[in-house]
């Protein structure tokens, strides 16, 4: 075994028995986005934040996710840049499900409405139009407590047939 291998074993057996709580948490994510990553080839961003989406019979997606340490900031908030993440994840999950074609995001503009406190946020898109080469989003983000954290929209480049 190569000697940063070696390192990194004593790291994750020393952060398993003396580390904080959150210290092993973020261990069990990035164990989780690596298996995320091996059984659904997906970024591994989407193992970190437990996507797992879910389309709606009103042809809008939703994604459920706990929040996490991994997500806060310094503030005890959601990092801006996580929500966005979210917003930009499920707004794509959505122009990619509802027009069969795999989507990259050609723009997207949010708007920061509430602090990301909780214990989860819940992010629902819908496509407001579909074009022949791109598809336009909108998303909104709550807690479970149903207070408004994001909304925004987003465009997506229709890249080739899934």
């Known amino acids: 075994m190569r000697h940063d291998q070696e390192a990194l074993l004593q ?6 028995e003396n580390g ?27 193992g970190f934040l437990g996507l797992q989406g879910e389309y ?3 042809g809008t997606y939703r994604f459920d996710v706990p929040i996490t ?8 908030i959601v990092h801006g840049g996580m929500t966005a993440t979210l917003a930009d994840s499920v707004m794509g999950s959505v122009a990619s ?3 069969g074609y795999k989507v990259v995001t050609t723009e997207m503009n949010v708007h920061y409405l509430s602090p990301g406190k909780g214990e989860r946020l819940i992010a629902t898109a819908s496509v407001l139009r579909r074009g022949r080469t791109r598809c ?27």
């Open 11 to 16: 790291f994750v057996k020393d952060t398993l």
């Open 20 to 46: 904080s709580e959150e210290d092993q948490q973020i261990l069990y994510l990035a164990r989780q986005a690596i298996e995320y990553m091996q059984e659904r080839k997906t970024a591994y961003i989407s």
């Open 56 to 58: 709606l019979e009103d």
């Open 69 to 76: 340490p991994f997500m806060m900031n310094r503030l005890g």
């Open 97 to 99: 499900r509802t027009t």
């Open 136 to 162: 336009v989003c909108e998303c909104r983000i709550h807690n479970e407590k149903g207070r408004l954290i994001l909304a925004g929209t987003g465009a997506f480049q229709l890249i080739e047939p899934r």
